[in-house]
């Protein structure tokens, strides 16, 4: 099996396991993934949770369409992550229900609207979590100001939309946003309450170690 084939079935399986959690509804949400000769991307209104991996879209290293059907309207999304952060290889955008209700929640430009409760979140995501303005779904205006905040951060939260997170590989960018879904139920559930959070000096010490 080639790469390629096995990035789709990758693609595919990664889809219905976060569909199945509830992490995606309908045909909301869409993966990425850099190949060597271009991108994979889930086609538009597809449903995570019945990808056919031969139908899923190519696009070229200039995010031109080749092949599979035509590309989520989204393709801007990913390619703002894609450009500004060489070393991601994959980027997932889910609107998993805590992680979407911080969006709703967090000021367009906080920086970490997600305390550091764990260190599991603080590895996947890191230190920042900018929440970029509303946009309307598949405006393209929105990919300047993604790629900003994607500068300095491995993953973005969309104000009033969902978040956006990259990885090294497609397995590290679906582990990072079931993290931060997780990290965003906790921070709901513990809202208003004295809870402990990680320390500066934890905190450095886990991103000079698994950074």
């Known amino acids: 099996m080639s790469e390629e084939a096995r990035l789709r079935e990758a693609i595919a399986e990664h889809g219905r396991l976060l569909f199945g959690r509830g992490f995606s509804v309908g045909s909301a949400g869409n ?10 991307i889930t086609p538009t209104n597809s449903c995570l949770g019945r990808l056919d991996p031969a139908r899923i879209s190519k696009l070229d290293r200039e995010y ?26 994959a980027v997932v955008h ?3 229900t805590h992680a979407t209700a911080i969006a709703c929640l967090a000021a367009p430009g906080e920086a970490a609207p997600i305390p550091p409760l764990t260190p599991y979140f603080v590895m996947r ?15 393209p205006a929105m990919e300047p100001a ?3 905040a994607a500068a300095q951060a491995r993953a973005v939260l969309l104000a009033n939309h969902g978040p956006v997170v990259s990885g090294k590989s497609l397995d590290d960018a679906v582990y990072a946003a ?19 959070t990680l320390t500066p000096a934890q905190i450095e010490e886990l991103l000079t170690t698994f950074g």
Do not use: C, N, Q, W
Request: charged share 30%; glycine share 10%; proline share 8%.
């Open 31 to 40: 993966i990425s993934v850099r190949l060597e000769d271009g991108f994979l």
């Open 178 to 196: 079931e993290e931060l879904e997780e990290a965003a139920r906790l921070a709901l559930m513990l809202r208003g309450l004295p809870a402990r």
């Open 94 to 96: 889910l609107h998993s």
């Open 64 to 89: 031109r369409h080749v092949g599979g059907d035509k590309p989520s309207k989204e393709v801007f999304m990913h390619r703002a992550f894609l450009e500004t952060r060489p070393e991601a290889g």
């Open 146 to 148: 993604i790629a900003a």
């Open 125 to 139: 995501i890191g230190r920042a979590l900018p929440v970029v303005p509303y946009y309307r779904p598949g405006d």
